[in-house]
């Protein structure tokens, strides 16, 4: 005759159980960053497209029109957000007067970055300043050179 009956389990242990979300909790703590990152990439790399597409829009408009739109409502742009849900900024330099030199964006030695009109996002922050160099405008995404560059300010 046996004195003890030797039961069967078909359950997880606790320790069994700790174990799988200590793994679950480290894939997760790997993905989770990596996730947000790519989707920060993807965010700037579609404000840069807008950007690329609202300035065809703007050059379209001087060629028909012989200047420059005053604001983005000209072009029906007015209400079209960037990635983070902000609108997007524009500024016509060429405009009769010209706009107080302390709006326009500067780089690191103070000089503005386009001569003939600012279009930019203000990036993640939803902050900015006209000197690039400042920590709010670090993460804009903007057009400078006249168009010859579009992209990051922090890159510029």
Known sequence: ????????????????????????GILSGI???????????ARVQTALADIRSISLV??????????LPTSLADINYA???????NPYRYLNIQTSPPPPIGLLRKDRFV?????????YSMGKDGQSAPALTAQKSRDDIIRANDGGYIGPAAGY
Do not use: H, Q
């Open 79 to 85: 209400t079209f957000l960037d990635p983070w849900g």
């Open 1 to 24: 005759m046996k004195l003890f009956k030797r039961y069967k389990s078909s359950g997880l242990t606790i320790v069994e159980l700790l174990i799988a979300i200590a793994i679950i």
């Open 58 to 67: 703007i050059e379209g408009f001087r060629n028909d029109r012989s200047s």
């Open 111 to 119: 000089v503005p970055i386009n001569t003939d009109y600012d279009l």
């Open 31 to 41: 993905a989770i960053p990596i996730y947000a990152g790519y989707v920060e990439n």
